[in-house]
């Protein structure tokens, strides 16, 4: 019953004209790929995602996954999928040639992504956390260990996972109590449970490369003796054949609220063989590649639920007879109205609408700075787009899953009692986007990264990354007519979080817990605030073509830039008021006073 | 895995030190029942609700309803936990005695309904309805029709349903189908098929009484036309024995994101013999004291949830050791401190705490008017109660479950990665929660009734009701050294209040979509008002007992006050704003421009 289109007219907006095209095109290497090219691209992944993964989704949810004998069975459909999936090259679109990739932009995979996100993410975790894995081992593996898995990973035909989890430690890695015996060979013995697994055990692939957090018994205790190994399911020989089963195994499945149709596995390490991947003792810091990486994606999957959300809830909202308009019947022709003409419900869409294309922008502009800071030219400006991304990567992963939940919960309350009903499948969509706020740090987690780490290094040099362009822009655009009334909402939203900013760092210095407790409405503010500077931008281009062909698409987008300053933005304003009152009326609560009684 | 304890300390701080408990026991004609009596009762109450409906909560979600040969089996346990309800008298504790029940003050009865929510949601569904369906029939039944049914309902023998919704009509009842024709005997044949009717069929009790909206095929077209019939599952003698089945039948049960332990079902009235309740072609009218009383219901089981999620929370934080306090180590002597320590985690905790206390406050608050409006001695005062009940009724419904799910999902969030996953309980109170927000008329519906229809009653004789006591106490706390930490923020919200009823009503005279628009906002705005009103209430009961023996309980509810004013209560800044930018960003967007392109 659901539907879903991939939203390709408005990615073309954001990757062709709110951003360069060319640029993209010549940071990847791949300057003979045109607009036309990107284009095709795109609408051939599109067709894809909507032909084949997403009728599978919702029988994927109905289905599940399945375990027995420590094996683990995909939903019906999903493994002639990947296979369709990998034979197409969806799975190595950004992935360096060198290894069998294709070298198209990093902005198209994000594209290609999101599409999959939409039409089906328990599907899409599998070759999700595949790419993940393959930027970890690329940036950290040594050459024997790249050549030997690298390609088969990039072809999609062995498939990654990241193990970090414990029964008892999530985010405080520190206390990984997997143990990692060298062997005289090189190799060491993996023992130990790592739970949460996404992707730990399926039916897709010849082969899962995991890559797991462990501990030497040698090493420091707490985080400094930690370090990353490969552990392949497989043992292959030098030809890359199946060799001999190792031995990590799949205990149980969890039983989930959603992604039902992606395996969560209890994996048990017993003197499983695997290889140091980097530094011995650096374990952590080099997960973060992938982490990094995974938070990225995460973000783009709260993106990809928000749109087939409001896909459906439009859909809906305009078909729904129900009830006449409060100005007067719409419809004499019809026993209702549809329910798009009452206020309430276009305020629920358009917020849905203003916080996906938003997200789309704010995502593609990170994803810009991920491609600048690994291929361009100079060494200065390869730097300065890192630590904008070092900066912006907590932003996109809370913020883009905050709105996720937030967009498929409004999806279900524009269908109604319908929306509760498993058939018409907005309940799934609200189920599979709840996780995304949760996994790879949860979003408390991220808005103390970006304000506890990101900010205070090299006294704000990274914000500045973010602060300068924006203020840059709101001093060139001052006096233009036609901005005005996004520049004016731009420049207050700023000019609060300057303030923020600058209380902050003064009461953190006294106080560290003045940062944990402004941390997640500070990250909303910035998240906010960086939306109005793209809607801002957006409309700059809008307005200078809402008179040529695509005048509706156009004035779509200056509509809805509107609603944004005058309907959301509005936040920053309770958002600034809770940050600056402190910490005092969290921390002064005794343990004992918050209960029970 | 979860826990359950009833709030039985704070519940005797809202029924007998916020709000005065003598009036309480008079009103409902039961003087002799003490303050001892109620703790009792109630103390009753959590023991079953703990020891018998908790424990089927999660098994209940797990095995769900049964339908098979158009009957329902409900899951194992539900039949025997039923027998004890309806034995232990918790289906009729605020019943008339005149029809068996025991006439208790129906502020004890919203406790005991509370605590239902909180330990079974889907068995509270059960009796739930029949409540409704009981003050229904009380209201405008016959003498010989309420003779007949209510006796074996208010003993829970009987149960009820609401049947309005039809596959094309939920909110627009005008557009009903069902047909009821009548006979020769008095009686009527009812043919239709209603949908989304819960507890519809199920197998705890001997009968079941629909209350059904159709339409006679004389009567004027759209709502005017539409009566309200009685139709018992089961035709029965002049002795109440079971006579024949009469031909309404479940056709299927709905698939649902949560409350699987609740029957939804399709039903097809087949010739089915009714009576008429009320007059005729007033059947909307009349169900709405079914529908009245359920929307406050309803948000009573937002409550519910949002309790039990908070409790195991508040434990998980205290238990889960992760990572280490920003101020340095609290617990040496463990290999981390347990979370409750993050600020972040803490804001979430006091949030879930403060809505639920501030809910638990506001409900009690209309419960209590509730009772003046149908037993007190004066008129005035009867019909003054009466109108306050009508304006907080969309409040409460949607402020409530609107909390409901907010906390829900912060208590997922709390838990982390163990939140997702089904036997921690935690996604149950999330999904559970969900449907709170629609059913019973959408939240969206709730606003519209609150601004379109309550306030203007009257030129906003409603909402003197709830102006003026809050105003009055405003003015009488001014120089209240103690309070004025409180009374200053409260009176900045009442401000707000005020001067966005005031526009809104001058724009509203031109534009009625200007009253669209605004109303969640609005609806918001007001249900924050009122909890701050409560909170300074609460403060100013706490202050003076903060020094005697329990300390600890008045201390937190100060606390946890502090963080309302100040971590809560600023949202009314931007919802103020929302307001005041009117219904032109919502209606100027043309319908094309919403997509898709």
């Known amino acids: 019953m659901p539907i879903y289109k991939a939203p390709l007219r408005d990615m073309k907006f954001v990757m062709q004209e709110l951003f360069e095209s060319s640029q993209q095109s010549s940071l990847s290497g791949s300057e003979n790929v045109s607009e036309q090219d990107m284009d095709m691209i795109l609408a051939e992944a599109a067709k894809f995602c909507e032909n084949i993964l997403f009728p599978l989704n919702l029988s994927g949810d109905t289905e599940g996954c399945h375990w027995e004998n420590k094996e683990v069975r995909t939903p019906k459909g999903f493994k002639e999928a990947y296979q369709e999936f990998v034979s197409s090259g969806w799975a190595s679109l950004a992935c360096e040639p060198e290894y069998g990739g294709q070298g198209l932009p990093e902005t198209i995979a994000l594209a290609v992504e999101e ?51 414990e029964p008892h430690c999530g985010t405080d890695l520190g206390l990984v109590r997997t143990k990692a015996v060298s062997q005289s060979d090189g190799s060491y013995k993996i023992t130990g449970t790592k739970i949460f697994i996404s992707s730990g055990e399926h039916d897709l692939t010849e082969n899962i490369i995991h890559f797991v957090l462990a501990r030497t018994p040698e090493g420091p205790s707490g985080i400094r003796g930690v370090s990353l190994f490969l552990v392949p399911k497989f043992l292959t020989d030098d030809n890359k054949e199946i060799k001999q089963r190792n031995t990590v195994y799949c205990d149980s499945i969890e039983r989930k609220m959603g992604l039902k149709g992606s395996s969560t596995c209890v994996l048990s390490f017993e003197d499983a063989t695997g290889w140091l991947v980097g530094s011995l003792y ?14 990225l994606a995460v973000g783009n999957q709260g993106l990809g639920i928000a749109e087939i959300a409001y896909q459906n809830a439009l859909s809906y909202a305009k078909e729904r007879l129900q009830g006449r308009a409060l100005t007067g019947v719409k419809h004499p022709e019809k026993n209702a109205d549809p329910i798009i003409v009452h206020p309430d419900v ?9 916080y996906n294309e938003g997200n789309r922008m704010l995502g593609t502009w990170v994803a810009l700075h991920i491609m600048r800071s690994q291929k361009a030219e100079n060494a200065v400006e390869r730097e300065e787009a890192d630590e904008f991304v070092q900066l912006m990567t907590p932003v996109v992963k809370a913020f883009m899953t905050d709105c996720g939940t937030e967009v498929a ?14 058939e018409y499948g907005m309940e799934q969509y609200m189920r599979d986007a709840r996780i995304a706020q949760i996994y790879e740090g949860t979003n408390g987690v991220q808005a103390l990264d970006l304000v506890g780490r990101k900010i205070p290094t090299a006294t704000g ?8 362009p924006v203020y840059g822009y709101i001093q060139e655009k001052q006096g233009d007519a036609f901005l005005a009334e996004f520049v004016g ?37 910035i998240a906010l605030t ?4 793209l809607w801002t931008k957006a409309c700059e281009v809008a307005y200078k073509k809402k008179t040529g062909q695509e005048s509706a698409f156009y004035e779509s ?29 969290l921390m002064e609560m005794k343990e004992e006073a918050f209960g029970p009684f």
């Open 282 to 295: 650096k374990g952590v810091a080099n997960m973060f590649t992938m982490m990094n990486n995974e938070r």
């Open 409 to 422: 919960s409004l999806g279900v309350q524009v269908y109604g009692g319908h929306g509760y009903i498993h």
């Open 461 to 468: 040099r990274y914000l500045r990354r973010f602060f300068h």
């Open 115 to 165: 599409m999959v996100c939409s039409s089906n993410l328990s599907f899409g975790l599998y070759p999700g956390l595949t790419r993940g894995a393959y930027q970890l081992l690329l940036k950290h593996g040594t050459d024997e260990l790249k050549q030997h898995y690298l390609p088969k990973m990039v072809e999609g035909v062995w498939s990654g996972t990241m193990c970090l989890t």
């Open 557 to 585: 987008k200056i509509a809805t830039a509107r609603f944004f300053m005058q309907k959301i933005l509005p936040q920053t304003s309770s958002l600034f008021a809770c940050i600056m009152s402190g910490s005092k009326p």
């Open 346 to 354: 276009r305020k629920m869409l358009l917020t849905m609408k203003t």
């Open 489 to 525: 909402p731009l420049q207050k939203a700023f000019e609060r979080l300057q303030q923020a900013t600058i209380t902050l760092a003064q009461r953190g210095l006294s106080n560290p817990d003045e940062i944990g407790a402004a941390a997640s409405d500070y990250l909303r503010l």
């Open 530 to 533: 960086a939306h109005a500077y």
